[in-house]
């Protein structure tokens, strides 16, 4: 079953907007991570937020965490043409090592 | 340093055959892991070990056998290949911490005719 849900499926911006994609998970969490998955390649690990923080920032990303209604989004700010590509939320549902992924969030960014 | 590799990069099977996917690491990660991508959805694990001579079953393991005999790989074994594992397969690894991030190899397209 699914652990993490994006939302939306697919989102379509100009370059220089922000993008904001949103994740929702069901059960307890240690910690909840993002990824970028570009077409035909594999998963690319862009951030990591742990359970007992709310807000974290890397570059041009930003991520918050409510675990009290379980969910996390995603900020890309001033977006790119290379930001381009599918992400994807992922639990760990309290274990060090079973990851879970949600479907994913389509991001398309337009020159 | 080559990170996570897959071989092959394509494969393509008949219903009944039987193939190895391989992965192999040089970060010297405890944990690797095997996970399915099919097309509108996300990874689902298959298979995970978290060291040599340990493995456990993931989320969707049935069709598939894998082993760890050593740190640096986990292949992953289709013993009578079916249409259904018609995927695209990503093998994973990390250290040992909770606050790891895993690392991900570049995939093997598999077709099941």
């Known amino acids: 079953s699914q652990q993490g849900e994006e939302d939306p499926q697919a989102l379509s911006i100009q370059e220089g907007e922000n993008a904001t994609m949103n994740c929702s998970y069901k059960?307890?969490?240690?910690?909840l991570q993002w990824y970028r998955q570009n077409s035909g390649r594999g998963l690319v690990h862009l951030i990591l937020?742990?359970?007992?923080?709310r807000e974290k920032h890397s570059g041009r990303l930003r991520v918050t965490l409510d675990t009290s209604k379980k969910s996390s989004s995603l900020l890309i700010t001033a977006s790119r043409a290379a930001d381009t590509a599918s992400y994807f939320c992922?639990?760990?549902?309290?274990?060090?090592?079973?990851?879970?992924f949600g479907k994913g969030t389509l991001l398309t960014v337009n020159p | 340093n080559a990170g996570v590799t897959q071989t092959p990069k394509f494969q393509v099977l008949k219903t009944g055959q039987s193939m190895t996917l391989q992965c192999a690491q040089d970060?010297?990660?405890?944990?690797m892991s095997w996970y399915r991508q099919d097309p509108g959805m996300g990874l689902r694990l298959i298979h995970y070990?978290?060291?040599?001579?340990?493995?456990d079953q993931g989320e969707v393991p049935n069709g598939y056998n894998v082993s760890r005999s050593t740190t640096e790989d986990f292949p992953l074994r289709l013993l009578s290949a079916a249409p259904s594992q018609t995927s695209v397969y990503f093998c994973?690894?990390?250290?040992?911490?909770?606050?790891?991030?895993?690392?991900f190899g570049p995939g093997t397209r598999l077709t099941v005719l």
């Open positions: 992922a639990t760990d549902g309290g274990s060090n090592y079973k990851l879970t």
């Open positions: 059960t307890s969490i240690n910690n």
């Open positions: 937020i742990r359970s007992n923080e």
């Open positions: 970060m010297n990660h405890e944990y």
């Open positions: 070990s978290v060291g040599a001579g340990i493995t």
């Open positions: 994973a690894t990390k250290s040992g911490g909770a606050t790891d991030t895993q690392y």
